[in-house]
Structures are given as structure tokens and as C-alpha cells.
């Protein structure tokens, strides 16, 4: 409607105008929300570590928003059956809870978000979608460059170590032998320092580039700590 028809509109009728009000009100609600759910998909950490630690909780919900599952401290509950997150086979915990990396034994629990929808976190769980709500603060969203960088780079075959951040670039010889963190992302280049808590690197492996990601989407082996 350009500027001259809405005045029109005003003279002629100010309950029409204010149905179209709400019309335009409720379009530009949904573009909003439509924006926040595509700004919520990438990776979604579970601090088991405190969960455990200090017998906190986190609640997995069907689409339904009915319960699911949940972890209080090292307690999963799924439908009335409680398992024990450290003496409970890992198998038969991930029959209820298989994400993309769950090692409770470990500390680690890892889901990939494909959004929100309300107040919840859309993950997920065993080949299908369940929910997790936003409002628990033992939660943490990461957006997948995000992901990359609070990871560990598994350096080495298909994201060798490079002098610089291009294909053609000298790969440095050794450094399968090494620990490196995440440093910074450029493009589709991670920029990687040698972890010297696990062991000092040879001076010409302190640091170098691994390709990430390319065309297919993320190609560099990701592992986990807490």
C-alpha cells in the first residue's frame, strides 16, 4: 500500500486502517520471528559437569512440550526409568539420549539446533526433533563458527596444517604429532596455535591455518572437553 492510498484509506475508514495496522503488525511479528529462529541454528552445549557437580537439572521436552527426559545431577529419567549417568552402560544410556556427541562419563553433551520455536530450543535427539528450554541457564547456544572455536581441531587428514590460508599453501610436515587449539576463524580457514599443555610443538609448528569448511559444509574433525 504506497502512502497516498493508506491516507485515502485514513478519510475513508479509520476501522479499516486500523485492521491493516494490525495486519502489517502481525507480518512484520512473523518476519521477526522468523529471523530469530534462523539466527539459533548451530550447536547446543549441556554443562553436565555443573548438572552433575551440584545436582542441577535440564529437561528434554517432545514437540508436544510434554517431558520427555531429564538429568538431575547424574540421574537421567526417561518415562519413569531412572539410569545412572557414570554406572549405566554408555549404549543404554544412548538408546534414549543419541545426539551428536553424548559421553556423560565425560562431561560432554552436545546437541545440534535447528532453531527456536517459543521458548524453546529445537534439537535433535535420536533422529528426530525434541525440545530444550531456553530460559536454563545450563545451557549455552553456539553458532557453528562459534562450535569450531571452543573445539578441538583434530588436525591433520582432510585439514592438514598449512603455512597459509589457501589450498596451494606449503603443508608443515609433523604436526600429526601435536595438540592445537582454535585461535580465529577467517573465511573458511581456522587459524590454530600449538596446545603446549599437552606438549611444546617444534618451532616451525607453533601455529598454522586448517581448512574448516568448504562447499559441503564443515569438513574439520571437531573434539570435545569440559
Known amino acids: 500500500m504506497d502512502f497516498k492510498a493508506l491516507s485515502i484509506a485514513i478519510i475513508l475508514s479509520f476501522a479499516a486502517c486500523s485492521g491493516s495496522n494490525n495486519s502489517d503488525k502481525t507480518i512484520e511479528a ?10 539459533y541454528v548451530g ?5 553436565l559437569d555443573m548438572i552433575m557437580l551440584y545436582s542441577k ?3 528434554i521436552h517432545n514437540l508436544d512440550k510434554s517431558i520427555y527426559a531429564e538429568i538431575t545431577g547424574d540421574t537421567l529419567s526417561v518415562n519413569g526409568v531412572k539410569y545412572n549417568l557414570i554406572e549405566d552402560r554408555r549404549d ?14 565425560y562431561k560432554v553433551f552436545i546437541l545440534e539446533c535447528d532453531g527456536v520455536v517459543s521458548d524453546f530450543y529445537k534439537v535433535r535427539v535420536k533422529g528426530g ?3 530444550i528450554p531456553i530460559d536454563n541457564k545450563h545451557v549455552k547456544f553456539e553458532t557453528l563458527e562459534d562450535f569450531v572455536l571452543s573445539s578441538i581441531p583434530d588436525v591433520g587428514n582432510p585439514s592438514p596444517l598449512r603455512k597459509e ?5 606449503e603443508i608443515l610436515i609433523g604436526h600429526e604429532e601435536f595438540v592445537y587449539k582454535s585461535d580465529k576463524i577467517q573465511g573458511d580457514w581456522l ?3 600449538c596446545d603446549i599443555e599437552y606438549l611444546e610443538c617444534s618451532p616451525n609448528l607453533e601455529s598454522g591455518w586448517v581448512k574448516w569448511r568448504d562447499s559441503t559444509g564443515l569438513i574439520l574433525r571437531l573434539a570435545q572437553t569440559y
Open 92 to 105: 543404554i544410556l544412548k538408546r534414549h539420549i543419541d545426539s551428536y556427541s553424548f559421553y556423560p562419563d
Open 129 to 131: 526433533y525434541k525440545f
Open 57 to 59: 537439572s535440564v529437561s
Open 165 to 169: 590460508p589457501n589450498d596451494d599453501s
Open 30 to 39: 512473523s518476519v521477526k520471528e522468523e529471523k530469530t529462529e534462523n539466527e
Open 191 to 193: 587459524h590454530v596455535v
Open 43 to 47: 550447536y547446543l552445549r549441556v554443562d
